[in-house]
């Protein structure tokens, strides 16, 4: 399964974002480095941080040397640490924590990243994730939204549709599911995703 590594730096000054940018573009790195990095590291910026994307832990080694270098040429501190993607928990840890090597595992993280998403919706009042169904008329939809809020599910009417939050895709996709097997086929199911976080070489920049 393929993995995801990042770079990230905290620039102790917001102001070098850009100048710093330009000169990590401007690389002319040796060839041992380029084959470590392979053919692409994709960097993003966010005021003051800077990512940079790998696909192996030894790429994203790599890429901190080299970003670790250049900010020592241009006399600049920051904060670097490297992290892995677990697309269980959904979120990025440090790179030193293992992925879920067990069913068991999997389950805790999964746990984990729906407790954090629960208690998100209720400050934000919105989810991440939603199902929508459309019914063949007004009434329809009323007596689907009654149906599932008796349930619990957070279900609004708006005319003929129904939206229901979810706090995970995992939660979307079942509750979508269920949906198309209980209504007929003049409703239709589907789920929506409300989720707001090119140069030549082995930086791609994007977002800059």
């Known amino acids: 399964m393929a993995e995801d590594f990042r770079v990230e730096v905290e620039l102790d000054d917001d102001a070098h974002g850009y100048p710093f940018r330009e000169r990590l573009r401007a690389l002319n790195l040796d060839d041992e480095a380029r084959e470590r ?8 910026r966010d005021g003051s941080r800077l990512f940079a994307y790998t696909a192996t832990e030894e790429q994203a080694r790599e890429a901190e040397r080299v970003i670790a270098e250049l900010m020592r040429d241009e006399e600049l501190t920051a904060d670097i640490r490297i992290t892995r993607w677990h697309p269980v928990a959904e979120e990025w840890r440090d790179a030193s924590l ?12 999964y ?9 998100e919706a209720r400050a934000e009042g919105e989810f991440d994730w939603r199902v929508v169904a459309e019914l063949p008329s007004r009434n329809a939809a009323g007596d689907l939204e009654g149906r599932l809020s008796d349930e619990g599910l957070p279900a609004k009417r708006r005319w003929r549709y129904v939206l229901v939050g979810a706090v995970t895709e995992e939660r979307a996709e079942e509750l979508a599911e269920r ?3 209980e209504l007929d086929e003049s409703a239709e199911v589907w789920i929506q995703a409300e989720i707001g976080d090119v140069v030549a070489g082995p930086f791609q920049f994007i977002g800059f």
């Open 111 to 119: 746990a984990e990243r729906e407790t954090v998403e629960t208690l």
């Open 179 to 181: 949906l198309r097997g």
């Open 37 to 44: 990095l392979g053919r692409s590291v994709v960097v993003t």
């Open 98 to 109: 293992p992925l879920p090597g067990t069913v068991a595992d999997e389950q805790r993280e």
